[in-house]
């Protein structure tokens, strides 16, 4: 079976039955399996939709910046709307979307040319597959880190599957978990999600009403929290 985690964990992914390659654009750095090697169209659709966010940054400065919702743009290409609308559902900035964003919008265009693919961009996957995965939880000093592994049933793809940190890499959270994972079919959704229900973990006893909150957002399928050696879990989460 494929085992998937975060960047520092590529180099124990084993998938033989599907191509390997990694994109990288400035920040954005994409681990990508397909059913072949399809890293010029992998790039070409990083690209626009980089220059997408980039120009629409120009536009709206505070797309960038803010930590809370901003106005709505019908006018604006389809991944800003997505980031808008996911970000206006769970109260969080737009940008805490990006990386759950890219992921799904390059692994959709991926799609047109192959019948499955997973792509990995920090931790955040969006992923469609015909054969049953596991993807371990990377979850920093957590005694629990890389215990974790979810199993994910090639029916209920595609998916979007994003992690959100308090203690590991450089995203900005207002919590402390070690790891909020969320399932939706949206990983642009999933992306925000993982930010709203880690801003509200900073002990282990907000792990059940972050949770209760989570499962409350339409499109959330399923959420795991890791806070120090405790966790919880709730909705469409299968362990291995």
Do not use: W
């Not at 743009?73 to 964003?101: E, F, H, K, Q, Y």
């Not at 959704?189 to 880690?198: H, I, M, P, Y």
């Not at 907000?206 to 709730?234: C, H, T, W, Y």
């Amino acid at each position: 079976m494929p085992f998937y985690q975060r960047r520092f964990y590529r180099n124990e992914v084993f998938s033989p039955d599907l191509a390997i390659f990694e994109v990288k654009v400035k920040e954005t750095d994409l681990f990508i399996s397909a059913g072949r090697n399809l890293s010029d169209i992998a790039l070409n659709s990083v690209c626009k939709y980089r220059n997408f966010i980039e120009e629409y940054i120009k536009l709206r400065p505070k797309f960038m910046k803010s930590f809370s919702p901003i106005e709505k743009d019908d006018l604006a290409p389809p991944i800003i709307r997505d980031m808008l609308d996911a970000s206006s559902r769970v109260n969080v900035g737009p940008m805490a979307s990006v990386a759950g964003a890219i992921a799904q919008y390059v692994a959709q265009d991926i799609l047109e040319h192959t019948d499955q693919v997973i792509v990995e961009n920090g931790g955040d996957i969006y992923l469609k597959s015909k054969r049953e995965l596991r993807i371990g939880v990377y979850s920093g000093k957590s005694p629990l880190s890389g215990k974790i592994k979810l199993r994910i049933r090639p029916e209920a793809t595609p998916l979007g599957i994003c992690t959100s940190s308090g203690t590991v890499g450089h995203s900005v959270s207002f919590g402390r978990a070690d790891a909020v994972c969320v399932i939706s079919k949206s990983a642009v959704l999933a992306d925000a999600a993982a930010t709203a229900v880690g801003n509200r973990v900073n002990k282990e006893s907000d792990i059940r009403p972050a949770l209760q909150f989570g499962l409350n957002i339409e499109g959330v399928l399923g959420i795991l929290i890791i806070i120090g050696d405790k966790m919880g879990a709730s909705g469409m989460i299968e362990f291995i």
